[in-house]
């Protein structure tokens, strides 16, 4: 997929998906026949992984 400003936003905002909660977590239920299912997936699990701010 290509990084446009506007094809991405749309996506973004425009996603078949749910956050649902479950075990003290939330979980990111998307779409399987969402086209860009993947790349979400792997954007999730990234900004997950970083480490939080301290304050």
């Known amino acids: 997929m ?5 094809k991405l936003r749309y996506r973004l905002l425009h996603v078949a998906a ?4 479950g ?6 239920r998307i779409s399987a026949t969402w086209p860009c ?10 900004l997950a992984t970083l480490a939080r701010p301290a304050g």
């Open 2 to 6: 290509a990084a446009e400003p506007k």
């Open 18 to 21: 749910r956050l649902t909660p």
């Open 23 to 28: 075990g003290r977590r939330l979980h990111l």
């Open 37 to 46: 299912r993947d790349e979400l997936a792997t954007a999730s699990c990234r």
